[in-house]
């Protein structure tokens, strides 16, 4: 087999970008305080609230998505509010830290990973314990590529008692699959420059409807930096309160200008046949997905490893050949790989990818077929894109 020069990225973000991407995120530097910077930042809210399907304010901040999530906290809660996480992964560990982190009193509806939250059991849930302040859930769980049934979940919480906050980490889910934030009943959604908005890190996204807006005027945890009202303040005279990232909203503005020429639903296929292509790949390489299908991200595909099969040098083999996808997080590191498919991703690539994987696999004791794998993927995705021509 040969080394590849260019590396094919499959983590689950960032993504490789478009060179309409890259060339737009190269351009020369303007003033943050100035017409130019206005329209970038106009443009570019509104497309996001066009395709997160909301009319509430969009805050673009600079950070990473984990500041965005720690955003959400900050500007709807006061320490000792009753907070409700619903974790079905790391991820949703993190939330569920970050709010403990500033004082919330936080209870968790801990599911075991692999498995979607179950709208059902969270009614229950809210329904027999005391009034939450707000509930904290994750729309898809990029460390197990488990996707939750958000639009039921939001129909659970809209209905419980004391009118909960529905706080969504909606990081590696929005752009790619189906959410409507405004019709859903969500009160406030996060997402990352680097995932399926195809631009490079550096931009948090924050969608806040009206109900989480209120809820920052009583909000009293400490914040500064990530304070809704001074972001809201400033981005009404077409600024940020503080310098971005200027040249990755360069490119975060491609990347929403093509996502609207796509269209949300024909993206969203997109990503849901390629997840399903990858699926069949994977199990042709005689490896078992974690997630059931019927709540299957369309963003990561997670499979377990063979037994006995060592991911460090498994890993760095495929490295080697220029194939980079990522491995477990936490109590699943060594157990699980993940493979990212979000953005500006098709079959070749995918094809591609499962193919170097299945070169690697029986130089680690695992039989399997690379070429059979990439064919088989392809011949899933031909099969569903003949379903919908
Ligand atoms: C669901 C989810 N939440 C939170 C994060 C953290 O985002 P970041 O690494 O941009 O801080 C990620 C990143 O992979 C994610 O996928």
Do not use: C
Not at 207 to 213: D, I, K, N, P
Not at 341 to 356: N, P
Request: no cysteine; charged share 20%; net charge negative.
């Amino acid at each position: 087999m040969m080394l590849r020069m260019e590396q094919n990225l499959r983590t689950p973000g960032p993504t490789p970008i478009p060179d309409a991407v890259r060339d737009a995120q190269a351009q020369q530097m303007i003033d943050h305080r100035g017409t130019e910077f206005a329209e970038l930042l106009r443009e570019t809210s509104a497309g996001l609230a066009e395709l997160i399907g909301t009319s509430g304010e969009i805050l673009l901040l600079t950070g990473s998505g984990s500041g965005a999530l720690e955003a959400a906290v900050v500007n709807t809660l006061s320490p000792g509010d009753r907070v409700l996480a619903v974790t079905i992964g790391s991820f949703g560990d993190r939330f569920a830290e970050i709010a403990t982190a500033f004082g919330a009193a936080v209870e968790r509806l801990e599911v075991e990973w692999g498995s979607a939250a179950d709208p059902g059991a969270l009614r229950d849930h809210l329904s027999s314990n005391e009034p939450y302040r707000a509930v904290l859930v994750t729309h898809n769980e990029t460390s197990t590529g488990v996707a939750n049934p958000l639009r039921e979940i939001a129909a659970v919480v809209r209905g419980a008692p004391g009118e909960p906050l529905l706080l969504v980490d909606g990081i590696s889910g929005l752009g790619a699959m189906p959410f409507e934030m405004d019709a859903w009943g969500v009160d406030l959604a996060v997402s990352a420059s680097q995932k399926a908005w195809m631009a490079s890190p550096g931009i948090a996204i924050a969608a806040v409807g009206e109900r989480a807006r209120a809820a920052g005027e009583v909000a009293r945890m400490p914040r500064y930096y990530w304070d809704f009202a001074e972001a809201r303040k400033w981005a009404g005279k077409g600024q940020t309160p503080w310098t971005p990232a200027i040249a990755v909203l360069y490119g975060l503005r491609v990347g929403v200008r093509r996502l609207r020429e796509e269209g949300r639903e024909r993206t969203w296929g997109r990503h849901a046949r390629i997840a399903t292509s990858v699926v069949a790949g994977i199990r042709s390489l005689g490896l078992r997905p974690v997630a059931p299908e019927s709540h299957r991200s369309a963003t990561v595909t997670a499979a377990w490893l063979p037994d006995g099969l060592d991911w460090v040098p498994f890993n760095a083999a495929m490295r080697a050949r220029g194939l980079v996808i990522a491995g477990g997080q936490g109590k699943w590191t060594g157990r699980i790989l993940r493979f990212g498919h979000m953005g500006d991703v098709g079959i070749d690539e995918m094809a591609e990818a499962l193919e170097l994987m299945g070169d690697t696999l029986p130089e680690y004791g695992h039989r399997a077929d690379g070429a059979q794998a990439a064919a088989a993927a392809r011949a899933a995705h031909e099969a569903m894109i003949a379903g919908v021509r």
